[in-house]
């Protein structure tokens, strides 16, 4: 969000100085929490550990000793811990029933308000009409958005008109290496399929 605004500030034709009093807020030090501690989110507690952030995450099975060592994480029973806790809280969730509107009114309530929400998972795990109420009424600091709903927002929708949110189209997956892995990983399971073997990421339905 800062360097976000950083660079409209820094390429705005109305620009004639740089405030000297415009600060953002250090990730190093600070609490992440992680809501979805499966392999994208273990994956976002590595790069956090390297950022020396304290790490605190909630998933519907804790993570064996070692791994949680491994990186650093300490495990929240409950999410309204992690909630009241975090600088930072990232959803790392896969949409269902139990995780639609997962984050709500009273969930952004128990937010520090200087905390900033990020979703990586899928738009309808958070409640948005009650985000922009939280964002507008500074409940929490910001947001960061990869993932809404609908993809792509309507033009006039209230998330598109405030200074305190990035919003970004779906791109956590769009590098040309990422594609390539996806792709090959997609035929290493269709042919494991035709020669009747293990599919190596069957996704099993509950």
């Known amino acids: 969000l800062f360097s976000h605004s950083g ?39 590595q790069r956090a550990k390297a950022f020396e952030m304290k790490i605190l995450y909630h998933n519907r099975n804790r993570r064996k000793r070692e791994e949680e060592q491994a990186v650093g994480a300490h495990y929240c029973e ?26 709500g009114k009273r969930e952004l309530g128990l937010m520090k308000p200087t905390a900033t929400l990020i ?12 985000l922009v109420e939280a964002l507008q009424k500074k409940v929490i600091r910001a947001a960061a958005l990869d993932v809404t709903y609908p993809e792509p927002l309507p033009r006039d929708h209230p998330l598109l008109k405030l200074d305190n949110i990035i919003i970004t189209p ?23 399929v035709l020669n009747g073997q293990p599919i190596p990421s069957e996704v099993v339905p509950k």
């Open 7 to 45: 660079c409209q500030i820094a390429i705005s034709p109305n620009t004639e100085y740089f405030a000297v009093d415009w600060l953002g807020v250090e990730v190093t030090g600070a609490t992440l929490g992680i809501i979805g501690m499966g392999s994208i989110g273990y994956k976002v507690a």
């Open 78 to 103: 409950k999410m309204d811990d992690l909630l009241q806790q975090s600088d930072f809280v990232v959803l790392v969730v896969n949409l269902s029933p139990e995780t639609r509107k997962l984050i």
């Open 119 to 130: 979703n990586i998972s899928r738009g309808a795990v958070i409640d948005q009409d009650a």
């Open 170 to 192: 779906h791109i956590g997956t769009a590098t040309v290496q990422a594609i390539h892995m996806m792709a090959e990983e997609a035929i290493t399971n269709m042919l494991a």
